[in-house]
Every structure is written in C-alpha cells, then in structure tokens.
C-alpha cells in the first residue's frame, strides 16, 4: 500500500498548522500535577485530549478517573482479526514551572522564537502527545490501516504515575496490546533519531532537620546548640565521597556491571564533555572518574539534592538559629536496585550518622525501579526503519537518564514491552525555565510515526 | 533628696498603665529596618518617639535623616553647672517577624497573655526604650534633677547601625556626655539583676554557590554536574571540625584566651547545660566542649547559617538539579577580631576548598568589632547599686553574646563608656516567634532605672 502511506503523509504534511494550533491549546492549559491549586487545569487538559480523540475518529472514548488525576483513553480498531494492536502512552500534566523569573516568556502562554516553540510542556511531553495523534488521525483519515490503536494519556507521570498500576490492572482487558509506544524520551541531538530501551528508577524523599523547637538569636545562643542548617549541610555533605559516589552502605551492591560491549556503544555516542558543558553552562563537569559522563547519566545510579531551605532567606539580615531545615532529595536508580531497598539504604545512613543533637524526619515521597526494554522487538525494528526512512540513518539505540515508571508496570502487569522514542532535544530545558520544542524535529518525528504504522503490517 | 527619690517612684508607680498604653502603640507600629517595604513605618516610629519626648519635658529634639532611618534626638539639661551628662541610646527598629505561622498573636498586634506582652519588639527593644522614657519622665515631672539627660534612639541597629558612626562623627558636640546607658542587654533571670561588659562582634555575609546557569532535569544531567546544593552543604559542612572549632584559616589567632579568673566568674553565671536545654528545646547541647555553655556564647567567637534556599521548596516533588544555591553566614566575633579579618579568612577558605565545578560569590553585608565596657566606671557603680535597692542582691556581671556595633562606635568616636544592661529576660523569643516582655520584671526596671539616677548625684 505505498500509495496509502504517501496519502497519510500527505495529509499529515497538510496538516501542520493544525498541529501547532493543537500544540498551543495544550500548552496553554497550566496542568502541574504536583500542584493541587491546580487540580481543575488536569480535568481541563484530559477533556482537552477526549475531544481531540473524537475528533479523529477514535472510539470508546472514556476518562477514567483516579484518586488525582484521570487517565484518558480512546482507541481505533481495524477491521481484520489479526490486526496487531499497538498501546500509545503519554502524559498530560507538566513540571512545575517555578522560577517564573527566569522564563522569557509566560510559561503557559506558547510563543514561538525562531523554529522553536517555548512552553512549560512543550517538549515533555505535550508535543510528544500531539505528534502521536496528528500521525494516527493521518492514517485514520487517508486510509483504514490493519492496526489496533489504543491511547492512555495520564496526568501523574510528573509525580510518579501513582495511580497507573491500579489502573494497567483493573483495565488489564481492554488494554491488551501487542506493544506499548511511548514517546516520551527524546533524541540526542537534530540529526540522530535515538531509541531508548532503558530507563533509570526514582526515589524521592524529604529530609528534615529538627533542631531548637524556636529559631534562636544567634548571639544568645551561637556556639551552644546545633544549628540544624549545619547538620543538614554535613548530612548531605556526608552522601558522596570525594570519588563522588554515594556512601549510603550498600548503596551500589545490586547495580550491574558495565560490559565491554556496554561501554564500546556509550563510546559511541555523538557525546562529549564539551557539549555537556554546552547544554549545561556548568564550569566543569563532575562525577565519577571511572565512568564516561554518557555512562554516568545512562547506567550509574546518582542522588541530588533537588531543593533545601532553612530560616530566613528574605532580603537583608536576620541573625538567627534556625529550628529546622528541609532539602528534597531524589536517587536514579538503575538495574537491578529497588525503590525499598534504597530508601532503607538512606535511613541506615541518617542512622548512622544524624548527631544526637539534632532530630530527623524522612518522608518517602515516590518510588520506581528502573526498567530495560527489549530492543529487538518487531515494533522497535519498525520504528528503526521507520526512523531511517525519515533521517535517512539508522537511530542509535541509549539508555535514558530519567525515569518512566510506566514502562516497568506493563511489563509487569500487561506484559507488554514499550517501546521508547520521541522527538525531544538535550537542549529542550524539560523541568527548567524556558522549556522549548525543536520545531522542524516535531514534524520530522510525525512521518516517523506514520511510517512506523505502516512497517508494522508491510513486510 | 531621699523624698524626691520617693516622689518618683510613687509616680513611675502611679503611671504604669501609661507605660502599657506607649509600649503597645509603639508595638503596634512594624518597624521592620531590614526591609524597605517598611519605609514609611520606621519614620512613624521615629516620629512617635519624637512626641513623647516632647510630651515628657525634653528639648532639642530633633529627627535626623540618615542614608536609611532616622534617629531620633532630645536631651534635658540641668540648671547647675557641673551635672554629670547620661547619654540614653536605644532603638526602634526590630527584626522581620517571619515565620508568620508560628505567631500565636499578630508580631504587630500586642496582646497580653498571663503576666507578658507578645510582640515584636517588645523584649528588644521598645520595651527598654519605653521603659527609660518612664523613669525620665518620672524624674523631670517630679523634681529638677542635677543630671543631664540625652537620648539616641535610632532606627538600624537590627541592620548593624550603618548610619551610627558617621552620625556620632558629626553630632559630636551635642551627643558630648560622661557615661551612655545602653538598656540593649537583657538579664538571666527574673531575680537576677544583671550588667553587660562585654559585647560581641558580628560579620554578616551572602554566599552563592552557582553551577549550571538554569535548573536541570535530574535525571538527564545526574551524575554529569555538580549539584550546587551539594557544594555549598560541602563548603558549610567544612566550616567547623568535629570538635565543632571553625576551620576558616587563622580564625583563632587573634581570640584572647580565657583567664582563669573570667572562668571562675563564669562558672557562678546561674545557668546550665538544663537550663540552656530548657530554653531552646534542643535535644542535646553542642559546641566546644572544652568550654562551658556560657563561655562559648560568651567568649568564644562562633559561626552560624542563619537562612538557605535552592532549588524547589514548594509542596511536592520536582525532580531537578538547581543552578544556584545560597547561604547567609554571620560569625559572633570576640575580642580581638575584626569584621575585615574574618571576612578575608571566609574568601580563603572558600579559595581553597571551593571545587572548579561551581562559581561562587560572597556579599559582604556587615560587620561590627566585639567591645568590652568599663565594670568599675562610677554609673555602672551607681546602676549596680540600684539593682540592689529593687533586686536586693547585687547584679551579675557578664559578656553578651549578642552584639550591639555602637557600644564600639561610642568608644571610638565619642570617647563615651557605655553601661550596659536591660530588663528582657532569656526566654523573651527575641529575634524569634511570639517575642515577649515579662512585665513585672519590667516595671522593676523603671524603678532601677530611677534609682541609678539618684545614685548618679547621690553620695
């Protein structure tokens, strides 16, 4: 059906601008999971994404809610039996936006600056969503396709998917597919159409330090009771060593060790320190020496203080002790550690070495094993070519630094493998100010979804 | 003049609902110095000030403007020739009252609860002010007394008194005295009359830590950069050793060794490691431990972070690794340190421990020398005495851990000892949330304060 594929792309070309139309009425929608002030923004952007999905032409269209925030889905059966079904994830909901200051333009008003379009969402993963229905609704509206298409887009993935378990088991039937899409990792740069085929874990936790039950004149008290800004710094100090790797006892005990072929394809990858450094405007890179930075990010667990605060932080000067002090931290984790496993890693070493001067509260936050999909599955050799037919190279297969907890839960509870791609940038700035999506690449990676269809029932 | 003295106490006596009623106006005005928002506050308080000078018999009074907020000028001078001349100094500004939360009264709201007065201010200082307006008008309103009076009551001493030394160079002449009271100390304990003679010093510093220039996703760059959460709790976990002495270079060098003599006197200080346990409600004491509580706050120079912030604060998770992180760092200083000094030793420390993975900054934001006052000075003679005619039992003397910068200032430039004591009580919250006065103890200290006017004149 050549013919068929080049109508689709047709039509997914003549269709541009109401991809970008799209992609400006989603990002527009302020859906920050993690934020309940903004809990009616999550119901406005799933309705958003139910329309949309009518209006291509899927069916039983439905929005299951959940204990926060619903989960959308929509689907398009084909006429033959034997129809392979494929299982199309994403997410509505986005980072926080926060520091405003540091945005150029509002966050949740997209304004487009030469070929990019700037939005809190727009890269992760807005634009991914987007991509997938204006490549299924080119297939849909040319001609009828032997392929099964079901959509479930959450609103939780910024928050860990918390709900998705529960629901993958509850709607384990109408969910069978023969493999999941999910385009929520990206490419490494313009020019190489990248496969993911693993994903680190996340732990996320609040420290808290407990000192004096009032903050303290500094004058009276200096030099008598533990400042709890200080035992949280030697606490946090205290997790890595001058190596640089993270002391929590048994820390690295069940994470795998790189092999030569491993390491030969990291080796391979069109990275470099300089463009970490260039991404990144940090002064140096860092890290453990042992390891390429591409390793470190892609199978090294690593731990990060994602935020702290204590006493006054306002304009001038207050000469106080504080009571208390709080930091945010969260661990990648990779094959074969566990969410639990690392948690109790952490109070062990609190533990161990919180002073009695001081008390200490940990609060688990979220938690999800890192996951490695199987990257000879039909599907990906589909995208694979799908990918070549578009960039005209094979893409290069990585293993990802972030976390998609999904990934995990429908190899386990569905049984079905995913498949990992998208058609985001290093230099996006997802979770950052300024977050922005590389046009020309979007529409590059709609053709590349609408061969991938297509390679799934043409030999 | 034994019935002169008596008239004014029966009228200090007569008039303390009036102390009440100025205490809680001049509470009720937020004289915040620190934050310009409060502009228009401080000068509401200074004018305040202004009128009850003029409403209790002072002349030349005066509002002088200064690069910030003004300080405010009266004075009473007697008929004969050869009075002694008492310089009054006290100040109207208070700390910022945040964190609002942990108020159980508005900070600006006075409100009496038992026998105390809640509000900012109250301890420090509006309530001494108040209280050295009470015992003046006492003594003017009842018999010409042979002592001259002047009072400074200016409005930046929670900032470090910026505006004081250039205001004592120029107001030299007419701020000419003998002696200056400075109502600015507190006491230990309810039934424990004491006199300040020492004072420490204090050096107030911003310190960024910059790493990447915008916020990154944790799990793209984790492991790549240097979190600058992570280096500024390493530069602050190294700034004391684990015998909790500061490491900055030659920190020491100059702190005068404790006499044997200043051991024994602090020894029979009326605290311990319960009573300091019981007032700040920390689960174990900290510091030196080859010095005792009272001489770490009151000898030994200490350091604290008194505010830090990075990254993400808000309710929930985000997951990224923050492009700056900062610390405000003040250090109590003792004789004979100088702000210059310790400043210079912080910028060699972080020279040479600061990593060539992070940027860092330190603001300067201001500093003030330790001071020690003359204990056999004849007003301190004559305000021990007074003490004892209110307190029956003699006062303790002791060195403060707070800093009050002008004491130094009047030493230098006017040539004026300062006698140092007050009627704020250890567990006032000053400088903290639900600050309070403990009014009994409050009223004897109008009363002592009377008494050591007389005793100025009196054989």
Chains 1, 2 share one sequence.
């Not at 929520?184 to 190489?192: K, L």
Request: proline residues 8%.
């Amino acid at each position: 059906m050549p013919n068929h594929r080049a109508a689709a792309l047709d039509f997914l070309n003549a269709q541009e601008h109401v991809a970008l139309e799209r992609l400006t009425q989603l990002c527009s929608i302020p859906s920050v999971s993690t934020d309940p002030d903004h809990a009616a923004d999550m119901l406005k952007a799933a309705d958003w994404i139910a329309d949309q999905f009518k209006y291509i032409g899927l069916d039983h269209i439905q929005v299951f809610p959940t204990q926060r925030h619903p989960i959308v889905f929509g689907q398009y059966c084909a006429d033959s039996i034997d129809a392979p079904t494929v299982l199309i994830y994403g997410h509505y909901d986005v980072q926080p936006a926060a520091p405003l200051e540091l945005w150029h333009s509002d966050p949740f008003t997209p304004e487009i600056r030469e070929d990019r379009l700037y939005a809190r969402g727009a890269s992760d993963m807005k634009g991914q969503v987007v991509a997938a229905i204006q490549a299924v609704e080119a297939v849909l509206k040319t001609n009828p396709l032997p392929v099964n298409i079901k959509f479930i887009i959450e609103g939780e993935e910024e928050i860990g998917s918390p709900s998705m378990p529960q629901f993958l088991r509850e709607q384990k039937q109408i969910l069978s597919s023969d493999v999941c899409l999910n385009p929520d990792a990206g490419m490494v740069s313009p020019t190489t159409p990248t496969i993911s085929y693993g994903l680190r874990g996340l732990a996320y936790f609040e420290l808290y330090v407990y000192g004096p039950d009032h903050d303290l004149h500094s004058g009276m008290f200096g030099g008598v009771v533990h400042n709890p800004a200080h035992a949280l710094a030697e606490l946090i100090a205290g997790m890595h060593d001058d190596q640089q790797r993270i002391t929590l006892p048994g820390f690295y005990d069940s994470v795998r060790t790189l092999t030569p072929d491993e390491h030969h394809e990291f080796s391979r990858l069109p990275v470099s320190r300089e463009s970490y450094l260039r991404q990144t405007g940090a002064p140096e890179l860092w890290g453990e020496s042992d390891f390429l930075p591409q390793e470190r990010v892609g199978v090294r667990p690593t731990l990060d203080v994602n935020g702290m605060i204590s006493g006054f932080t306002g304009a001038g000067s207050k000469t106080i002790i504080p009571s208390q002090a709080m930091a945010k931290i969260s661990m990648r984790l990779v094959p074969d550690q566990q969410p639990a496993e690392v948690a109790q890693q952490l109070r062990q070493y609190l533990e161990e070495r919180a002073p009695k001067t001081i008390r200490w509260e940990l609060k688990d936050m979220q938690g999800a094993p890192a996951s490695i999909a199987d990257r000879n599955h039909p599907a990906a050799q589909a995208l694979a070519k799908a990918m070549e037919q578009v960039w005209n190279v094979p893409p290069i297969y990585k293993r990802e630094g972030g976390s998609i907890p999904v990934v995990g839960a429908m190899q386990d509870i569905l049984g079905v493998e995913s498949v990992l791609t998208g058609f985001g940038l290093p230099d996006d700035n997802i979770h950052s100010p300024n977050e922005k999506l590389h046009l020309p690449t979007w529409y590059s990676g709609m053709k590349a979804l609408v061969h991938f269809f297509y390679n799934l029932v043409e030999a």
